[in-house]
Every structure is written in C-alpha cells, then in structure tokens.
C-alpha cells in the first residue's frame, strides 16, 4: 500500500476521543446543573408573568360571562356618557351606589394628569442630571451623586405618598395658589420623586457606555465639549435613554400609595392640575379591600388591572419600535 492510501486510510478512520478524568466528569456535570439552574429561574419568571396574565383576565373575564355583570357594567356604562338628572356629571365612579356608575373616563383623565406631571418633572431632571453626571461632573462629585440619587429609590413609596401629603400639599397650594391642598400637582410631584432615580440611573449608564471614540473625534473636529455633549453623545445613547422614560413611565401609572394619599382620590373630570384627582391604580388599592369577591364591582377592579397591563405592553411596543428605528439610523441601516 502505498503513501497516499495509507494517509486517506488514515484520514477516514473516525477520531476516538479520549476519556475524561473523573474529575472532568464531575467538573462537566456541575456545568451542566449550574446550566440547567439559570434556565430555569430565567424560564420561572417568564411562567409567572404569564400565570399573573391568566389569573387576571379570568377574573376580569366575568364581564362579558355574566349577565348580572353585564347588565351592571357593559362597556357602554364604562367608556359612553350616561342619561342622568340634570346637573348631574354624566361620567361618575360610584360602583357601590344604589345605582351603580362604573365610567371608566374619570379614571383615565386622573391617571393621565398625575403621569403627565411627574413625567414632565422626573424626565428633564433625570436626563439632564445623568448628562451632567456622565460628561461634565468631576469624579469625585460623580461618585458622590450618584448613589445620593439612586438613594431615593429605596425610600418606600407610602413614605413619599406622607411627604407630599405633610409638605408638599402644603407648600404647592400656597405657591400657585390652589383651592384644594390634594390635587393632581402634588401626587405629580411625589411621583416624580418616584421615578427620578430610575430615569436618571438607566441614562446614565447609556451615556456612559457611548464608545469615547466619539467624544474624541467630536472634539478633534473643532466641538465644544458641550457640542459634543448634546449633538454626539446624547443621540448615540437616544436607545437607553427613551428606555428609561419607559420604566420610568411604568412605574409612574402603576404606582399606588402616593397618588392615594396625595391626589384627593376624587373622580371628577377636570383637566385642572389644582383639582383632585382618582386614577386607575388607586381605585384597584382603595377598593379592593373591601369589594365582596365574585361580584362585579370585583369584576371590574380585574378589569382595571388589565387595563394598566395593556397601556403598559402598547407604550413598551412603541418604545422598542421607536428604538429600532433609532438604532438602524445611527448605524446606517445595517442594523
């Protein structure tokens, strides 16, 4: 047999692996648990988002089952105006009446003051203090802001909820001289407090991560660092920086004890900021204490938790298709 066959022989003989050591054995199957553990917490938490899902819109679902609920909160009582005496508010929240009122639109006009306000206030200083912090701060006094910031997020909302029911209430009806010392304004107030500290740590960890290569080449280009700052650094870090107003904006119209204790919990319709205020997270806290369980009005409280739950998951849709487009046009369309 000559050179060339033996070395073809050779070549498709199949390769015989060695054998492994007991201690590699042991060494691949602790790999394999620590593997298999991380799959499962990661797929634990996917399960029980979607078992809240489930457990939620069972009990919203005997709305639309039901005719005793039906008939006392279609959704025509709960979104269209209603025939009532006159000088009567055709949209009213008083399911537990003789003649229960379950319109939704009173919920929808508190919730959207109370998270347009804190938003207004918690974005502006959110991203501006991560830019700050990020690009101009000196390290020392970096250092410093950070954790005195991100220590806000630790304070337990109910705390909150009693500083702007003590101070703020006060102090904001006296400066823009409102008739009501609980409206809309303070519970906006005291969710921006809230959510300040997610805004303003997400940004500035974008910020942080833009490559300094761009900061370099802005300034090799004739840039002011405070050009550079706000036409280079803060479009490259648009994509992070739009997912904290996301989260912040989840926590904001989910947020429970400081909108109770600080916007009067009123259901009236009034585009005012100085008057009060009911939103859809604080019905669910107020009343669910209380409601009898199976009846519609507990129906409903479900129904409002699916509600915030859909808000949430549209907002998150736009946000990630907003930040792919984003993405696609700083990186010339290859993304």
Not at 43 to 48: D, R, S
């Amino acid at each position: 047999m000559d050179r060339h066959a033996i070395m073809e022989q050779g070549l498709t003989q199949p390769l015989i692996a060695p054998a492994l050591s007991p201690a590699a054995r042991r060494r691949q199957l602790r790999e394999k648990v620590i593997a298999g553990f991380i799959t499962l917490m990661a797929f634990t938490g996917i399960a029980a988002l979607i078992l809240i899902i489930i457990f939620v819109a069972k009990e919203a679902l005997a709305l639309f089952t039901e005719p005793e609920a039906r008939h006392e909160a279609s959704l025509s009582k709960m979104f269209l105006a209603q025939d009532v005496a006159p000088g009567k508010p055709p949209f009213r929240w008083q399911p537990v009446s003789k003649i229960p009122k379950v319109s939704m639109i009173p919920l929808f006009v508190g919730t959207l003051k109370t998270t347009a306000v804190s938003m207004l206030v918690a974005v502006p200083l959110g991203v501006f203090g991560a830019l700050f912090a990020a690009e101009f701060a000196p390290r020392r006094l970096r250092e410093l802001l950070k954790p005195v910031i991100e220590l806000l997020a630790g304070i337990p909302s109910v705390v909150l909820g009693f500083f702007a029911l003590m101070v703020m209430s006060t102090v904001v009806k006296e400066a823009l001289g409102f008739d009501r010392p609980l409206n809309a304004m303070v519970a906006g107030l005291g969710l921006a407090l809230a959510i300040v500290p997610v805004i303003f740590t997400v940004s500035e960890d974008a910020l942080t991560a833009v490559p300094r290569s761009y900061r370099e080449a802005s300034l090799a280009l004739g840039a002011t660092p405070w050009e550079t700052a706000w036409k280079v650094v803060l479009p490259a870090a648009a994509p992070g920086i739009l997912a904290a107003c996301v989260l912040g904006f989840g926590r904001a119209i989910g947020e429970t004890m400081i909108v109770l204790m600080a916007s009067g919990n009123a259901d009236v319709i009034s585009w005012s900021l100085g008057d009060s205020a009911r939103s859809l997270s604080a019905t669910i806290a107020a009343e669910m204490g209380e409601v009898v369980v199976g009846s519609p009005h507990y129906s409903l409280l479900f129904f409002i938790g699916v509600q915030l739950f859909i808000f949430t998951f549209v907002l998150n849709l736009m946000a990630s298709t907003w930040t792919k487009r984003v993405i696609r046009k700083l990186t010339g369309g290859a993304a």
